[in-house]
């Protein structure tokens, strides 16, 4: 998805962005073998960055697990071949102990995703197969590690009308569900369709949704190990923001951050803070010219006190940015890309390497396949 002509012309009359001193495509995907088109970002283990891609690979595209160095070397290390070894990885990677340990939307023994793990040798090995009803369907976001488990989400499923779940695996496989959303079938607004991975605060479980909640924009929520859910904060749809798609960041006990919608009409999204109590403050709306439009499924990465993430589309001349804002809500953009070899339409967010971030993106690069890029702000 990206701008029509005439909106992109439309920005490129707006006042430019700063220049993106230290901006660097450091690979570009070809669209064969090597992967192509990584939805996700990127994971540090060893000196290494490793991630995933939605397509190329085997001769059918269902995607791989990539390792590219900080020069710009690129290896793939695993080839999705979309039979029960899953199809498609949406997330990126977790480290755990040396070994990568992620999730595929399809593929899998019951077609509805898996959660896998590669050894950076590209040994890889299913941990579980969804099976598409009350255990889950459909994994978009990321794992997070917590006491030797695995913690995750799925879009759907969960029984009912398959709003989703929260689930546990053992690094044996074990998978156990938490939670299955509601959305408002019991009239208790809990949420749907958490696309997002987890974080842990104090112990505790912090996600979004996608939808539900009392307005039906999504939520803040957190639920324990046990399984409690409880939802910190629901979006109303307008200022201040409507779907949340992206991990949440904590930093110094608050919740940060970001929705693809709401803000300024007619809602390019906005950056938040939520405190656990549920008091929700809003950083920066987008106004889709200069400083960004919908930040996809990215969330955000603390470097030195200041909050850095990408939006999908704006800046000029629309093909996304790389933007910061301060705790205090100052926002201004990095690096806007231009669409060509430099990459386009980054879909999440970055990782920070001794003050180097790293990301990727969707389109752009020699072939259009996608880039992973690197920028010292």
Request: proline share 4%; no cysteine; aromatic share 14%.
């Amino acid at each position: 998805m990206s701008f029509t002509p005439a909106q992109r012309g439309q920005f490129a009359q707006q006042e430019q962005p700063l220049a993106g001193n230290g901006y660097q495509q450091i690979y570009s995907f070809k669209s064969g073998a090597d992967g192509a088109n990584p939805i996700s970002g990127l994971t540090e283990l060893n000196g290494a960055f490793y991630g995933t891609t939605y397509g190329g690979g085997s001769s059918y595209g269902w995607g791989t697990v990539f390792k590219v160095l900080p020069g710009g070397a690129e290896h793939v290390i695993y080839k999705f071949k979309a039979n029960n070894d899953g199809a498609h990885p949406y997330a990126g990677l977790t480290g755990v102990n040396g070994t990568l340990y992620g999730t595929t939307y399809q593929g899998g023994t019951g077609g509805a995703g898996t959660v896998f793990k590669v050894s950076t040798t590209g040994v890889e090995k299913v941990l579980y197969s969804f099976k598409g009803n009350d255990d889950g369907q459909y994994p978009y976001g990321r794992l997070v590690t917590d006491g030797g488990q695995l913690y995750g989400t799925t879009y759907t499923g969960g029984g009912g009308y398959g709003w989703g779940v929260v689930f546990r695996v053992s690094l044996s496989g074990e998978e156990h569900v938490l939670y299955r959303f509601k959305a408002n079938d019991d009239g208790t607004h809990d949420g749907a369709h958490p696309y997002s991975g987890l974080i842990v605060l104090n112990g505790t479980l912090y996600g979004t949704t996608e939808q539900g909640g009392a307005k039906g924009a999504g939520t803040v929520y957190k639920v324990t190990t046990a399984g409690s859910e409880h939802v910190v904060y629901s979006f109303k749809g307008g200022a201040d923001g409507q779907f949340p798609y992206a991990k949440l960041l904590v930093d110094k006990g608050a919740l940060y951050g970001t929705t693809y919608q709401g803000g300024i009409y007619p809602g390019w999204g906005i950056v938040f803070k939520v405190t656990p109590a549920g008091a929700e403050t809003i950083l920066h709306k987008f106004k889709a010219n200069a400083d960004g439009a919908h930040p996809q499924y990215a969330g955000l990465v603390n470097l030195n006190g200041t909050l850095y993430g990408t939006t999908y589309q704006g800046g000029s001349p629309g093909s996304g940015t790389v933007y910061s804002v301060t705790l205090g809500g100052s926002e201004r953009v990095v690096y806007a890309f231009k669409g060509g070899s430099d990459g386009a339409q980054p879909y999440d967010g970055l990782v920070d390497s001794s003050g180097t971030l790293y990301g990727t993106t969707y389109e752009g690069g020699a072939d259009n396949a996608g880039t992973v890029f690197k920028l010292k702000p």
